[in-house]
C-alpha cells in the first residue's frame, strides 16, 4: 500500500472514531517500530520528522524509509514534517514526496503567520499534500503551568486562521507542552471543547509523551485527530541501548542492540495506539 495523505486517514478515523498517532522517527528502527506497532493494530499511522530530524537524516532517506514500511504493511501509512520551520523546510519535504507537512510559525505574528502558511498551502495543495500549522504556543515542558497557560489558542482566532490559510488541520495549545514535563501538566478541556466546536477543521494535539494515560483517553473521546508523540519513544530507545551494552558490553552484534531498541519502541507504540483506539467502532 503507497503511502496516503492526511485527508485520507483523517477521514477513515472520523469513521471509526479513532484518533490518529503522529509519532515522531529519526531512523529505520524508530520508524519501523512504530510502523509495525500501527500494522499490528490495525489502524492508519502518521509517521513523522522533526524538523531537526529532518536536517539530520535527510528528507529523503526517511521518505524512502517510510515508503518501504507502506509497501510491506497492511495499514495506511502517511508521512510528516513535524514543526517546519521555514518555507523552504516545508518545500523541500513536499518534493520528496512526503504526505503532509506542517510549518509552524505561530512564534511570528498573524499576518506573518496566515502569509507563510498559504505559501506553503498552495504549493502542497497542488501536490495533494495536506498541511498542518499551529495557532497559540505550544511550549517546552520545562516551562511553568502559569507560562503554558499564556500561550492557549483562542478560538475564535483559529476559526478565522483555518479561513484565511486553508490548511487541512490546526495544532492547537490546550495545556500540553513538548518533552519531560517538570510539572503535572493540566490540561484545558472546556477550551478544547471550544476549539473542536468552533475550528472548521481536523484538531492536533502535541505534547503526547508523558501526558497521564486518563487525559489523552478524555481528549480522544472528546474527539481530537492527532495526537504528536515523540519524547516517549526516544526516552524508551536510549534507555534500552543503555541496559542492553550495561549486560553485554560494547562487542555485541549491533543487529541485537538495534533490534532491542526497536523492540522498546515498538512496545511503547502498541500502548500510545491502544489508548487512541479505545473508542473504535
Known amino acids: 500500500m503507497a503511502l496516503v495523505n492526511y485527508k485520507e486517514i483523517f477521514s477513515y478515523a472520523k469513521e471509526h472514531r479513532l484518533t490518529i498517532g503522529a509519532f515522531n522517527s529519526v531512523n529505520m528502527e524508530t520508524l519501523q517500530a512504530v510502523a509495525s506497532a500501527a500494522d499490528q493494530m490495525n489502524v492508519p499511522l502518521i509517521i513523522q520528522t522533526y524538523h531537526a530530524h529532518v536536517d539530520y537524516a535527510g528528507a529523503d532517506y526517511m521518505q524512502a524509509i517510510a515508503d518501504a514500511a507502506s509497501k510491506r504493511l497492511n495499514t495506511k501509512l502517511a508521512m510528516g514534517l513535524d514543526h517546519g520551520r521555514s518555507f523552504e523546510q516545508a518545500k523541500l519535504c513536499i518534493d520528496n514526496r512526503y504526505s503532509g507537512v506542517m510549518i509552524d510559525l505561530a512564534s511570528e505574528d498573524y499576518d506573518y503567520n496566515v502569509r507563510e502558511t498559504r505559501r506553503v498551502v498552495e504549493l502542497a495543495h497542488a ?155
Do not use: W
Open 127 to 281: 501536490r495533494g499534500i495536506s498541511v498542518e500549522a499551529e495557532l497559540g504556543t505550544i511550549s517546552d515542558a520545562d516551562r511553568t503551568l502559569e507560562e503554558i497557560a499564556a500561550g492557549y489558542t483562542d478560538p475564535k482566532v483559529a476559526r478565522d486562521f483555518v479561513a484565511d490559510t486553508g490548511i487541512d488541520c490546526l495544532a492547537v495549545s490546550i495545556g500540553t507542552a513538548h518533552g519531560i514535563y517538570k510539572y503535572q501538566p493540566k490540561i484545558n478541556f472546556e477550551l478544547l471543547g471550544e476549539l473542536l466546536e468552533t475550528v472548521p477543521c481536523p484538531i492536533v494535539v502535541h505534547g503526547g509523551s508523558n501526558t497521564p494515560d486518563e487525559e489523552v483517553e478524555e481528549m480522544v473521546r472528546m474527539g481530537i485527530a492527532k495526537l504528536n508523540v515523540g519524547t516517549d519513544f526516544f526516552r524508551a530507545y536510549n534507555q534500552a541501548i543503555y541496559d542492553f551494552q550495561k549486560e553485554f558490553g560494547t562487542d555485541a552484534e549491533i543487529t541485537d542492540l538495534m533490534r532491542a531498541a526497536r523492540e522498546a519502541v515498538e512496545k511503547v507504540a502498541l500502548h500510545k495506539l491502544s489508548i487512541l483506539s479505545k473508542f473504535r467502532r
